[in-house]
Structures are given as C-alpha cells and as structure tokens.
C-alpha cells in the first residue's frame, strides 16, 4: 500500500453548544481518490476546514500530518503554499473577471512590480488544457456555465502546484454530463499524481470514482474502507453513515383519496420583461388535494419559472392564461397575495433566496408569517419561541436550541428549517425546488417522511426534482417539461426513467 501523505490524527473541534469533531482520525494514501461521506452535520466540511487552515491551529485539538510533516496551519495561504487547495460547493470566482485572471488571482505571475499578462495567459491556457476545458482564457466567468466554472476552480488549483486536492460536493450543482466529465476529470488527476479527497452524498458516485471511504457520523470516524478489497455497497455505506439499515429509500406512504383540484393552470404562458423571450408556452397543469405532483425535465426547461409565476410572479415575467386556487380564478400580485391564497414556494437555493443565515432558527420560521405572532404591531417573543420549537419538535431540526443560527446548521437541518418557515404560513400547496439537492440519505428520508405526513393531512406537494429516482419514488403524478412545455403527463404507475427522459429531450 501507498504510504499516507495526509494524517489526521484526534481531531477534536468544538462550537458552542455543539462538538462538531470528536477525535477524528483520518488517513490518506498518496495518490488516490478517498471519499468522505456522512450525514449533514457528521463533521465532513468541518474536518477538511480544519485541515486547510480556515479554522487556525490552535482552534483545535489534534495533530496533522502532511508528507510526514507536522502542521500547523494558521490560514488558507499556509495550506496552499504546502500543496493543498480546497474547493467549496460555493464556489470562489470573481464573476466579472475574465478565467485567467481568476486562475491566477492571489498569485499573480509578475515581471518585476507588473503583472506578466502575457505570461499569465500563457499559463492560463496550459492549466485549461490540464483540465481539458475548451474555452477563451479572455472569456468573462459569469458568462460560463456552472460545469465550465468548477473546472476553472481545479485550474486555478492546479496552478499552485497542488499535491492534495479537496472538493466539498463538486458535483451538487452539475447537470449529469457535467458530473460526468468531473469525475473523468478527477480519475485523471489522480494517474498523473494528484492526490484527492471528496466529499459527496451521491453514494452512486463514490462508489464510481472512490478508492478508499471513509464514514462520519455524529462528529465520529466510524470506519474507513478500501472499495475494492472490502466490497463496498451502497448499502453498507448507508448502514454506516445513519447506524441503521434503510431498506427503503423513499418511505411508503398510506392510502389515502385524493380530493378536489387545489391548483389549476389553463393555458399558461410567460413571457420575460426585457428579452420577450417565452420561457413558459401553454401549460395546463393540475394539483389535487392530498396528492404529490412530480414536476421533471432538464435544467433550464422552465421548471423553477413555472413555480415562480404560481407564487406571484416575483420575477415580473409577463403572464397570460388562466390560474385557480380551490375552483377560483386569482391574479397573484406579488408573493404576498400568493401566501394568503394558500401557496408556498421552498426555493431549490435555500442559503441564497430560502434564509437569512445570519439571523437564528426562530426568525427564520416566523420570517413569512409574522403577523400571526404580532401583537399591537410587535412581535411576542414568547409565542415566537414556541412556535420555533414546535417546528424543531415536529421536523426533528437538530439545533442545540431555536436561539442558534442558521449559518451555523448542517444543510439538511437549514432545509428543515426552510420548510418549517413555510408550513408555518398554513398553505394548501406546498410548491418544492429540489427538497433534498445537497443533503445526505439520512436527512433525505426525514424529507420525504414529511412530505408523505403532511399529503396524508390534506395538504398538496408540487415538487421540482433533477432526480429522477426521487420522482418516481416520491410522486403520485408526474408532468414532465420541455421548452417550456408540458411534454407529457403520466401516473406514476406508467412512469419510467426512460419515458420521462425520452419526453424531455424530445
């Protein structure tokens, strides 16, 4: 076997309240690709935050090795300048600034006190090449797609000579066949000597790329595996991530009928207000009561816009076409008229659009609904208090108490916490973004438990999902959309990922 060009040995980090690591141990061999898995708030993100330096030596307890030295990391600038570069799921590119000067910027190649442009572009085009990505190095980020971006990420993390590459859920924001080419990408790497650890909840990619896994759970390390010689299954990953067998992925739910049409689209068209480009072309769609309505197709088919005409049109696209809430026809001025007719919309980008991250867990679920808590004009703090832990009781939020905040919770609770701020409202339908983008099995079958619960109380769920298997698993009814269009509509009985696949790309 490799020796290890990473240990991590006794890690031991603590928050207040909360002991996000507890005397982790973590080895790394030298070239190979070794994943990191566990449930949102195993300690994944923490450990390699810890090993990059953005939590200082001295914040810690513990003792890290690299190339059998000893390290003491005071900052992100120490860990690069000894060959480790991390890249978050967020990532860290200047939008205005062309690729090259992204690549090199905080290293910038310099002939005497000038920057070498020329130099710069040079260099520029050979990290492209490394990554096997095909654009003009003078081309500005924004105008890239988010596949072109993250491999401009690894560029700029090959340029610093990188030994140890870290990704944090490269692949969460990627369409297939971007996802695809990254993990060719990173195989890649890997023969020509670059070290990687990944971090992913896509159990079917880890078991694709990975070498070795290592499990976290509850701040713990709960085994690490070779994929080949212990033969590693989805399964056994699942049993060790949660400490429990999940048969079932997607729970089963009652029987139940299925009452009147909560929501009704007739002809509904968007046009948007400054291209006067139609994004949405006469869709007839229907949601019943009690009844989960899958919503499926390509990123960019019109999916998240069709919600957000249905919940106010905070866009301002230009509408035509009839709406209906319970048998009556609305015109939803703004989000507002949306909520007091019953609609609630869970964004797919909670950190961005979802919560104020900054504010706690109480203020977050209170936040759409704070006239239900005013009194005389201000708000009782008292019932706000209830409220919030009525929610953290009945979502299981996992929060040393409803005064932490949000920024602070693992993203399956900062989910959590974005259902529980919409469920407050009282709505009849329900409308979710991708519920579960970024957030790990476990937290996953909290999520679809939920659901099932609150369909099986009358409510109606019109979800958005790029995944195909949460579609199927999760829906009574699918529509799938294409162009803008309705392509097809099908029960779910009739459903395969062929057939959905097959209308929307057709």
Not at 178 to 202: F, Q, Y
Not at 274 to 279: T, V
């Amino acid at each position: 076997m490799k020796p290890p060009i990473l240990e991590m040995r006794t890690i031991t980090k603590e928050f207040p309240g909360v002991k996000a690591l507890n005397n982790v141990s973590f080895k790394v061999a030298e070239g190979e690709i070794h994943c990191l898995v566990g449930e949102n708030g195993a300690g994944k993100s923490t450990l390699m935050k810890v090993l990059s330096g953005v939590y200082p030596h001295g914040s810690y307890s513990g003792e890290i090795l690299f190339a059998g030295t000893p390290q003491r990391f005071m900052g992100i600038a120490d860990s690069e300048r000894a060959g480790i570069a991390i890249i978050y799921q967020e990532l860290a590119l200047v939008p205005d600034l062309t690729v090259y000067e992204n690549i090199f910027i905080g290293h910038e190649i310099r002939k005497g006190f000038l920057v070498d442009w020329n130099e710069t572009i040079r260099r520029a085009n050979e990290m492209l090449a490394k990554v096997k990505l095909n654009v003009n190095p003078a081309a500005t980020v924004r105008d890239l797609g988010v596949g072109k971006q993250q491999l401009v990420e690894i560029a700029k993390a090959l340029s610093k000579d990188v030994k140890l590459l870290i990704l944090d859920e490269p692949t969460a924001a990627l369409n297939e066949d971007d996802s695809e080419n990254l993990l060719a990408l990173l195989r890649d790497l890997r023969d020509h000597g670059v070290t990687c650890i990944m971090i992913s909840h896509k159990l079917k990619e880890v078991m694709a790329i990975a070498d070795t896994i290592t499990v976290l759970r509850d701040g713990q390390t709960i085994c690490t595996l070779d994929v080949k010689a212990d033969g590693v299954t989805e399964g056994m990953l699942i049993k060790h991530m949660v400490g429990r067998e999940i048969d079932n992925v997607y729970p089963p739910r009652e029987e139940h009928v299925l009452g009147e049409p909560v929501l009704e689209l007739r002809g509904w068209s968007a046009v948007t207000p400054g291209s006067g480009r139609h994004i949405l072309r006469d869709i007839n769609l229907t949601v019943r009561r009690g009844e989960i309505v899958g919503l499926a197709g390509l990123m960019g088919s019109g999916r998240t816009e069709l919600a957000l005409s249905v919940f106010g049109n905070p866009d301002g696209f230009r509408l035509t076409g009839e709406l209906y809430v319970k048998g009556t026809r609305c015109d939803l001025h703004g989000p507002e008229a949306a909520i007091r007719s019953g609609i609630a919309y869970v964004t797919e980008d909670r950190k961005g659009d979802g919560l104020i991250l900054i504010q706690d867990v109480k203020q977050n679920i209170s936040l759409a609904n704070l006239r239900a808590l005013a009194e005389g004009g201000v708000v009782n703090a008292n019932r706000e208090i209830k409220v919030a832990n009525d929610y953290r009781t009945s979502l299981n939020i996992k929060t040393p108490s409803v005064e932490q905040r949000v920024g602070n919770l693992s993203g399956g609770n900062q989910q959590k916490v974005s259902l529980g701020k919409w469920l407050f409202v009282n709505p009849s339908l329900l409308i979710l973004d991708e519920p579960t983008r970024g957030i790990d099995v476990g937290a996953k079958y909290e999520i679809y438990t939920i659901m099932n619960r609150l369909v099986q109380q009358g409510m109606s769920i019109l979800m958005i999902s790029s995944e195909l298997p949460e579609v199927l698993g999760m829906s009574d009814r699918v529509y799938v959309v294409a162009s803008g269009r309705i392509a097809g509509e099908m029960p779910i009985a009739e459903a395969t990922q062929e057939k959905i696949m097959h209308l929307a790309t057709n």
